[in-house]
């Protein structure tokens, strides 16, 4: 048979918020609960990846408000996993010459953010998979086969990222008509293996 460990191992971003953490659940409630007398927008009126411009269009004041949410201390480190992303992708990191990597960009405040998303992972993953956290503000400089991310424009210093962006569906992105050959990843129980598969 084939030398082993002669196949390389596909390598596959994982993004954190909206993808593995519920960050619209987790902003919404803290949100109504900060500011019960204020407007909100439903999950299902959700419009666009930047949740402080849709609520800034909805209140001149709105968009600061929703800001300081997640740069509260405990909102990342609070935020509960999506349904079956925990499982899914330890399954994933499990599986034969497969490289499993959480790729997030914390917020510019960085007082608790980086902290806090490290302590998410250890808590819902184990303290092994925090050799597996690539923290960058810019993912095209990352190098993978596929990306699973539910931000629709993702754009940086490389114009050709080595990664095929999956969007991951997510209530801001729901609407969106993608061009082919573009593909989502529907939620968790969608066949995510199928997508990694087709890469190999």
Known sequence: GPIAGSRRALRVLVDMDGVLADFEGG?????????PDKPYI????????WVSEQYGRLGPELSEKAISIWESKNFFIE???????VEAVKQMANLADTDVFICTSPIKKYRYCPYEKY???EKHFGPEFLEQI??????TV?????LIDDRPDITGAELNPS????LFTACHNRHLQLKPPSRRLQSWTDDWRAILDSKR
């Open 27 to 35: 902003f919404l409630k803290k949100f109504r609960a900060r500011y």
């Open 42 to 49: 439903a999950l299902e009126d959700r419009r666009g990846f």
């Open 79 to 85: 935020l509960d996993p999506l349904p079956g992303a």
């Open 119 to 121: 302590a998410w992972v």
């Open 134 to 139: 690539v923290l960058t503000r810019d993912k």
């Open 142 to 146: 990352v190098s993978a086969d596929l």
């Open 163 to 166: 990664w095929e962006h999956v």
